[in-house]
């Protein structure tokens, strides 16, 4: 069997890829790993037979209906699990009704699931779909088990001391302006799905700017304060690298950084200190103290993630326990 996977963000999904394709190949299978438009350029040149795609989302928009249709009439099947998730928030009805379609969902062919939540709310929302969804787990999780420990050690590009991951999760620092990604969501229908969705960007971002603001300081003022340990921001995969290395210019023991998947950077920590981010599930998974950042009431917070961690509201409170987790972690 011809097996494509899809590969849109390579530092959020590579490596899981990775573990799909070797073992698929060492079950006779063919196996091509890419991005969508080449993978169609080959099916439509005849380069490539036709087979099993496996798509990274079944969001309902034009765009994505039209090109999985393209791949359904030259002979392919779709199979997909969807890599944002929805797990930073509690419930996931919201996300089964903005992330899927009864006619998205009729173009796959294999629908699979992170766990028992998303695959529960799924058949509820999708009876008539019911029988092609199945609760499989995400290779993604699959690579936080302790058998791949040793993979991440190896991989690590270590600090020349501790240190401190920040994992940012700003989309006001996007590649794209705001306009733009106004203009994709309304292409992919999102507005339509989910009335009320214009008014919480905008109320959103305007939160997500000032708790940028804060991050900053709070950054400065570990920098100046902790000279032990060095911190490691990283970015996320849709924010601009330069912008934050403009915003962090010239503090010392500051490193911005997005190089290899993020569980390299987890599995090296001493801690995490973040705000609304899914890297915090994945933390938890290794057993690494999470700190998060609260500076002030949020009224668009990722709320089962923030819970995750221990809250502070104050630099002076963040120092001190990042300091205290720092101590502990030179003694074990």
Known sequence: MNIYLHLETSVRELDSKLLLA??????????????????????ERKLLKPGILHTKSLTPGKSKIFLHNKIVNLGCKITSIDEENGLVDYGYNR???????NKTINQAS??????????????????????????TG???VDLWHPNFSSYWQKKSKKSNKPYLLIPSNFVGL???SFHERLKIRKMSGYFEREPGLLRNRLEREGEQFRLLSEFIEAIKYLALKNKKFNIILRPHPVENVETWKILLDKIQNVSVIRDDGVSTWIKNAFAIMHNGCTTALEASFFKKPIVTFMPFKQNHQRKLANDLGHKVTSVN????????IYLASKKN
């Open 317 to 324: 409170e963040l120092s001190k326990k990042i300091h205290r």
């Open 110 to 135: 294999a629908v699979f699931t992170w766990g028992p939540e998303d695959y529960k709310t799924l058949k509820k929302y999708y009876p008539s779909h019911a029988h092609k969804i199945y609760m």
């Open 138 to 140: 995400s290779p993604r």
């Open 22 to 43: 070797v073992l698929a190949a060492s079950k006779g299978h063919e196996v091509v790993l890419s991005n969508l438009h080449n993978i169609l350029r080959g099916l």
């Open 95 to 101: 996300f089964a009704k903005v992330r899927y379609s």
């Open 174 to 176: 996007a590649f794209l």
